[in-house]
């Protein structure tokens, strides 16, 4: 069971980033799927979270607006959408899964969360 993320890249800010989320050795199909961020010196901050199942987001309220989470159009991925970025969004930014189906304040706590994937560094310029 494996995930992987990509996409990250140096943007200046008001731009945007598209980061992809892989699963290989099992289908997502029933999974949540979530992504986090850890900037140096902070804690990891849950972003946006789908639900496999039926397509059900949640954001953070700092990616409300900016940022969209997605099934992708290969199977077995999961995308992140970031828009208008800030400086502030710089961090590494991982995808997480869990099975079920619930999403809501809690699909954004890491601890729900049992497998992970490596991050991709997402840096924003002012």
């Known amino acids: 069971v494996q995930l992987q993320a990509s996409g990250g890249g140096s943007v200046q800010s008001g731009g945007s980033l598209r980061l992809g989320c892989a699963a290989f050795g099992f289908t997502v199909d029933g999974y949540a799927i979530g992504w986090f961020r850890q900037a140096p010196g902070k804690e990891r901050e849950g972003v946006a979270c789908i639900s496999t199942t039926d397509g059900r987001p949640y954001y953070a309220d700092s990616a409300k607006g900016r940022f969209t989470i997605s099934r992708g159009d290969a199977k077995n991925t999961v995308n992140l959408q970031m828009n208008r970025l800030k400086p502030e969004d710089t961090a590494v930014y991982s995808c997480?899964?869990?099975?079920?189906?619930?999403?809501?304040?809690?699909?954004?706590?890491?601890?729900?969360?049992?497998?992970w994937g490596q991050g991709t560094q997402v840096t924003v310029s002012s």
């Open positions: 997480a899964a869990y099975y079920g189906n619930y999403i809501g304040p809690y699909s954004l706590d890491a601890d729900e969360y049992r497998y």
